[in-house]
Nanobody, 124 residues
């Protein structure tokens, strides 16, 4: 069974940084794309970033380009999201998810296995 455990969230001031981690198990990590998606209260899931199986390609939503960096350690089955220059609008619960290819839309928590997410709050 797929298990995804996100961590690293917290409360940070605007302009600050956080590094999120996601430890994955129950599937072959190095043959899957991995993504970060986020969700504000009462809002749909929003795709944030995706990294290809071997890390050779990364993709970002325009609103985080130049501020967020997605990376992975296939030896440790771990996904990361380095978030710099955080803004209030980045406040969300962040989830990691595996996929067979790049998806920038259509994320749905009713499909597949999801972790509990990690809350990021950017506020003074």
């Amino acid at each position: 069974q797929v298990q995804l455990v996100e961590s690293g969230g917290g409360l940070v001031q605007p302009g600050g940084s956080l590094r999120l981690s996601c430890v994955a198990s129950g599937f072959t990590f190095n043959t899957h794309f991995m993504s970060w998606v986020r969700q504000r209260p009462n809002k749909p899931l929003e795709w944030v970033a995706t990294i290809a199986e071997d890390g050779h390609a990364t993709y970002y939503v325009d609103s985080v380009k130049g501020r967020f960096t997605i990376s992975r350690d296939n030896a440790q089955n771990t996904l990361y999201l380095q978030m710099n220059s955080l803004k209030a609008e980045d406040t969300s619960k962040y989830y990691c998810k595996e996929s067979s290819r790049l998806f920038t839309t259509g994320w749905d928590k009713r499909l597949g296995f999801w972790g509990q997410g990690t809350q990021v709050t950017v506020s003074t």
